[in-house]
Structures are given as C-alpha cells and as structure tokens.
C-alpha cells in the first residue's frame, strides 16, 4: 500500500481520537463548573442564614430598648399623677399612660415572634450548618475527581498530538494540505474505504477505472464525486 496512504489513514484516526479527548475535556470542564456552582449556593445560603439570625438579634435588642424606654416613661407618668392639680390635666396624663401601655403590648409581641424565630434558628441552624459543610465536602470529593479526569484526558490529548506532529512530519506536505482542507470542508472521515465498489463518503458508485487504481493501492485516488481519499479494506487487511 502507498505510505502516505497508509499515513493518512492512521492520521485521520488520531485525529478522530483528538477530537474525543476534546469533547471529553469540554464536559469535565462543565462538570467542575457545575459542582463549583453548587458549592458557590450551599456557601451563599449559610452566610445568608447566618445574617439572618444576627438580623433577628439585632431587632430584639432594639425591641427591648424600646420597652425599656417605654417603662421609664410609665414610671415617669405614675410619679407625676401626684402632682396634677385639675380633673382635666389628670384625664390627659391617663390617656398618654394607656397610649404608651399599648405601644408596650404592641412592641412584646413582635419581640416575643422575634424570641420565637430565633429559638427556631438556633435550633434549625447548626444541623444546617452540618448538613451543608457535608454537602459541601461531597461537592469537592467529586470536583477532586472529575479534575483529575480532566488532567488526564489533556494529558492524553497532547501525547496524541505530539504523534501527530511526527506523524504529519513524514507526510507528502501537498497531500497533508489537502487532507486539511478536504478536513475543513467535510464533516465526517476524509479518507473513505470504498466498500463494493461505492464511496462510503458520497455513496456514489465509484468508475471502473478508478476501481482498479484503488485495488492496486500504489497512488493517491479522489472520489470523482466527493473528492475524499478512497482506499480499499483489502490493502490493509
Ligand atoms: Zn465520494
């Protein structure tokens, strides 16, 4: 069989298995985004929890300040209701006492939702805290993994592309540029066995003449209708 025959055709093959590796690596690559996506939400959902509970602490302090201050008033009013000297100035200081008694009992509700809420979280949030670092640790595991995958399979990509420039180097240079270009044109294989007499790239019956050419396998032959390389099994058999 002619060499550069039989070089192209171990060419197209390291090719077909460059081009695997490369789908290989674009999906490793999207599973580590992926994963580092998820652990991105397990981190931003803890920091936002724990936001939450500080936020929780933060409004019952002021809630009890504000009873407090609420209390030093009452106890104000109750001093001055001794000291008022008419029916009326009395009646006016009753209505401030029962206006500040019931922004008091307003104020103890929330701040007893609020005591509610974060008795809850208190609750709730360590074993969310666990459950997400364990989630979190799974996530690496698997990224450690599938990043060892995707050293691998780029490893494995460049060795195949080193043989391919040794390769290449003992290929007719003309020829070479035509595979290339045939390569850029085509989808699929470029260099086709002819199987029973017909291209298994266009499917076209291949001439008579051409039939013999190929059996002898001593030079270059080019489908009439597609313009791959055609070759017959029985020469590499
Ligand atoms: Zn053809």
Request: one cysteine or more.
């Amino acid at each position: 069989m002619n060499k550069d025959l039989s070089l192209l055709i171990k060419l197209q093959s390291l090719d077909t298995e460059i081009s695997k590796k490369e789908k290989k690596k674009d999906v490793f690559s999207q599973q580590i985004e992926e994963i580092e996506g998820k652990i991105e939400i397990l981190e931003k959902e803890l920091v936002s929890r724990e936001k939450e509970l500080k936020q929780i602490k933060k409004e019952k302090r002021k809630k009890e300040r504000e009873i407090e201050d609420i209390d030093l008033l009452l106890s104000k009013y109750e001093g001055e209701k001794y000291k008022v000297k008419s029916q009326g100035e009395f009646a006016a200081l009753e209505k401030e006492i029962n206006e500040a008694k019931k922004n008091k009992t307003k104020i103890e509700d929330i701040l007893l939702e609020l005591m509610e809420k974060e008795e809850k979280d208190m609750v709730d949030f360590p074993s969310f805290k666990k459950g997400a670092a364990e989630k979190k640790e799974n996530l690496k595991k698997k990224r450690d993994i599938v990043v060892i995958n995707l050293e691998n399979t780029t490893k494995e990509e460049k060795d195949l592309k080193n043989e391919r420039v040794k390769l290449t180097s003992q290929l007719n240079f003309v020829l070479l540029n035509q595979y290339t270009q045939l390569s850029k044109g085509k989808k699929g294989p470029i260099v086709v066995p002819m199987e029973d007499g017909v291209c298994e790239g266009c499917n076209m019956r291949v001439s008579p003449s051409l039939m013999g050419k190929i059996k002898k396998g001593e030079e270059i032959v080019y489908c009439e209708n597609c313009s791959r390389i055609l070759y017959t099994l029985d020469n590499i058999r």
